[in-house]
Structure formats: structure tokens, C-alpha cells
């Protein structure tokens, strides 16, 4: 079952996510979008390999390895629990820190944002090459 992919708008309707993945390496782009088309395909199914909890309940890291660990935060919906995924902000695992520092409790309060006005807080996701 395919699922949709939204990513994070700001007050301001800057995509968040997607400014943070044009700062990325084109190496790194290519590997984040393999690892967000695999989630598109498979969802759940990539735990715990690809797909794994963090310190705050209903946040989700995606993991990409290489020279630096990417860690986008996302939540299962959190519209429709059944069918989708929202990226709400571009995160990085250095020595077990978040970078940027306390990165999860930052996506929480962003997918706060998002359940309380779904239509602006976020957008499609659209892929950074």
C-alpha cells in the first residue's frame, strides 16, 4: 500500500524540510530520497532498520547512514494515521546528539502545528535532486 509523504510548512509557508535538504551534499539528497521513496513504498515495514522511534512519543527518525547520519523526524499522519507520513524537519545524528539540540521535542511541537491547521502547515512532498 503506497503512502502519501507531506512535508512541514511554517508560518511564514517556507517548506522547512526542503530548504534543509537543498543545504545537504548531492551524495546525501540522493540517499535521503532513496530512503523517502522506500517509505512512500513501504511504510511501517522499514522498522528498525530505516524507520525508528526517538526520545518523544509519536516522533519518528528516518535513517540515512553515511559519513554524517541523517536523521529527518517525521510522524505517522498525523491527518490520516492510515495512509501517510509528514517529514516535519532535516535533523542529524552526531555522537548520539541531535543536531540542531533537541531536535525531537522541536517536531513534536511542529506536528502540533500540523493537527491544528492541516491544509497550511503542510505541503505535498516534493523531491530535492
Known amino acids: ?12 509557508g517556507q517548506n522547512e524540510f ?15 530520497n532513496e530512503r523517502i521513496d522506500k517509505l512512500a513504498i513501504y511504510g511501517d515495514v522499514l522498522y528498525p532498520e530505516m524507520l525508528a522511534g526517538t526520545s ?8 540515512v547512514k553515511g559519513n554524517v547520519q541523517l536523521r529527518p523526524l517525521l510522524c505517522k499522519g498525523p491527518v490520516n494515521i492510515q495512509d501517510e507520513y509528514t517529514l516535519l524537519m532535516g535533523a542529524k545524528e552526531v555522537g548520539s546528539k541531535w543536531v540542531p539540540k ?7 511541537t ?3 502545528d500540523v493537527i491544528k491547521a492541516p491544509t ?4 505535498k512532498h516534493e523531491r530535492v535532486l
Not at 1 to 12: K, R, S, T
Not at 102 to 108: D, I, R
Open 56 to 63: 518523544v512519543a509519536g516522533i519518528q527518525k528516518l535513517k
Open 110 to 112: 511542529k506536528k502540533a
Open 18 to 32: 526542503n530548504e534543509w535538504t537543498w543545504g545537504l551534499e548531492k551524495l546525501q539528497r540522493a540517499k535521503l
Open 120 to 123: 497550511k502547515r503542510r505541503t
Open 102 to 108: 533537541g531536535a525531537p521535542s522541536t517536531a513534536a
Open 1 to 12: 500500500m503506497p503512502f502519501l509523504i507531506y512535508n512541514y510548512v511554517n508560518q511564514h
